[in-house]
């Protein structure tokens, strides 16, 4: 799936998963929410790799939810995959400085 293309042109809604795998894939939303959602405070822990690998795994989870018919209830990855791209922006800030002579 292309990464350019806006997340809502992409998330196109599945046909409804039953409950259960929806609700279980809900809380692992949920989690991955939570680990990473001061990703800016943090920032200067992680490499760009590690920031990448995170971006990564924010898009499968949304897409494994459009997948399985609950794409309107992944909002938080939206506002997760927004501030991993700050923090991306932040950490290469960060490095242009370190490379900076002084």
């Not at 292309?2 to 692992?28: F, I, V």
């Not at 590690?50 to 990855?77: F, M, P, S, V």
Request: aromatic residues 4%; negative net charge; contains cysteine.
């Amino acid at each position: 799936m292309d990464r350019t293309t806006s997340r809502a042109d992409r998330c196109d809604m599945g046909s409804p998963a039953p409950k259960r795998d929806r609700m279980a894939l809900l809380a692992e939303i949920a989690a991955f929410v939570r680990e990473h959602a001061d990703i800016l405070a943090r920032y200067h822990l992680h490499t760009m790799d590690d920031l990448n690998r995170i971006e990564q795994e924010c898009w499968r989870l949304h897409d494994e939810a459009c997948n399985r018919g609950a794409c309107g209830t992944a909002g938080e990855l939206v506002e997760l995959e927004y501030l991993i791209g700050r923090a991306k922006e932040m950490r290469a800030r960060m490095g242009e400085g370190e490379r900076s002579p002084t």
